[in-house]
């Protein structure tokens, strides 16, 4: 049965010092709630939403005494109940915190739960953190796909907010990640440089190619160690695209092991595993130790499969 919502008068929005640096998007995903992110985002696209009486992109980050305009919104979508985040999934997620101080938290996110809820997801790791914790000013300092497993930085104060999304945006906090990716990859070390843009699907569904319209993008490949079927390489983005990795590594003829959308029709003849293989693993961050996370069992499981099957050296 579907109800209609309707926000059918203008909205507006105020920013203030708990949401300062804060994406527009990502405050819009916490404030519209029920709006699929794919209207909200298509609003912003269309010029929707203002602030400051100014046109804003996605990524545009918010300032303290912002003014946000949106338009009325009608949509249509199904009945759903508001499903509370229990005790048992706040205290697993807060079990999976590999390090903590006073601004900082970063949690080893498992592959398959959203860094944040909304358009049908009931709850993600931020609402399953805030709810643990007590603490409403929690924040996502960046993010990483809901198939993704690993590190994920999450601000305690506006501050360090602000702080490590500069860091990011000048390239100086770096990111490593583990993935299984189909067939031998021939070069130990190579720099895959290809420019990656975004577009959409007709039912609204974000996908990235690559493109020469695109923006430009950088991954560093290390293969750690070569199997029949598959290479388990060490990736580190040098920019910071969406669907990065899985989508280089397509370009080079090395799609994602579990990857449903990028490259799954590539010839994989290794055991299936039932996620997407890509793992953060390593965060270095000025002034911080290096933050590190194994990989999880799953994918421990899967290397050991392979390499039964056949293993070259690892290398070192």
């Known amino acids: 049965m579907n109800s209609t919502q309707d926000w059918q008068s203008v909205t507006w929005f105020e920013v203030d010092e708990h949401q300062e640096a804060q994406r527009i998007d990502n405050f819009l995903f916490s404030r519209l709630k029920g709006v699929p992110k794919s209207r909200i985002y298509r609003l912003i696209r269309e010029g929707q939403v203002r602030v400051n009486k100014k046109r804003v992109k996605a990524e545009t980050k918010l300032a303290i005494g912002d003014q946000i305009r949106v338009a009325p919104i009608r949509f249509e979508q199904k009945d ?26 970063v949690v080893n996110k498992p592959s398959g739960i959203a860094v944040h809820g909304g358009s049908g997801v009931a709850y993600g790791l931020i609402e399953g953190l805030r709810a643990a914790t007590g603490k409403k000013y929690l924040e996502l300092i960046h993010r990483i796909d809901r198939d993704t497993s690993g590190l994920v930085m999450i601000s305690k104060k506006r501050s360090v907010l602000k702080t490590l999304q500069d860091l990011l945006r ?38 990235v190619r690559v493109s020469k319209d695109g923006k430009d993008s950088k991954t560093q490949w290390k293969v750690a160690e070569r199997f029949m079927h598959a290479t388990l390489v060490y990736a580190s983005p040098l920019s910071g695209r969406t669907h990065q990795i899985r989508v280089h590594g397509l370009s080079i003829g090395h799609p994602l092991v579990g990857d449903d959308k990028y490259g799954h029709e590539t010839e994989y003849r290794g055991p299936n595993p039932r996620r997407l293989c890509l793992h953060a693993m390593r965060l270095e961050i000025p002034g911080y130790e290096t933050i590190e996370a194994p990989l999880p069992e ?12 056949k293993a070259d050296k690892p290398i070192a």
Do not use: C, W
Not at 83 to 100: I, T
Not at 196 to 207: D, K, P, S
Not at 298 to 309: E, G, I, T, W
């Open 80 to 105: 759903q109940s508001t499903v509370p985040v229990s005790d048992k999934v706040a205290q697993s997620l807060l079990s999976r915190v590999v390090y903590e101080d006073e601004g900082l938290m």
């Open 170 to 207: 000048e390239h100086k906090i770096q990111k490593t990640y583990a993935a299984i990716v189909k067939g031998q990859v021939s070069l130990d070390n190579q720099l895959i440089d290809q420019p990656l843009l975004r577009y959409e699907l007709a039912n609204g569904e974000r996908r």
């Open 298 to 309: 799953d994918m421990q499981s899967l290397v050991a499969q392979l390499r039964a099957q």
